[in-house]
């Protein structure tokens, strides 16, 4: 990839949760969003790409933000702030669920599990819930909770929305 015109050094404009900012094309999406935004739920734990707490949505897909450069940035980015909203079901199965116990990781499964309700149909026709959400978290390492309240509270979320959504299709 390529940083387009320009050097390294100058700046980019990304769209962080629906606000247009100028960044340094050179560091870290992590650091834009933590040290200069505020956006502090974004976590950085192992600074390699390796244990998803730094997760984001780019584009609606879920990405590494301590490995991603700003400038290399194409498309909207979603931190867990700006998708609290949309995600408050998913937040309270997490609470109700225990799905979190020192919640480092919390935020980077959070965004992620956002990903996967959005998909919620999709992932439900794939049969094996459970699995499918397993599988597809497996970027997200949680060194306490042992992935089981995890799954649980997406898997019901997912299904409340696959449920709501077949209900709201019958009514028309």
Partial sequence: MTLGAGSEDDPTTLVVNGTEVLAPASQSLASVLR????????????????????????????????VTMAGLVRGPVETLEGLADEISDLREEFADRGAFQCGFCTPGQLVHGAALVRQA?????????PCAVRKRL???????????????????????????????????
């Fill in 35 to 66: 040290d200069q935004l505020g956006l502090t739920a974004t976590k950085v734990a192992c600074g390699r790409g390796e244990c998803g707490a730094c997760t984001v949505l780019v584009d609606g897909r879920p990405t590494m933000a301590c």
């Fill in 121 to 129: 149909g999709r992932l439900a026709e794939e049969g094996d819930l």
């Fill in 138 to 172: 497996s970027g997200n390492i949680c060194r306490c909770t042992g992935y089981q309240a995890i799954t649980a509270a997406l898997c019901s979320v997912v299904e409340q929305r696959v449920e709501a959504r077949v209900e709201k299709e019958e009514i028309r």
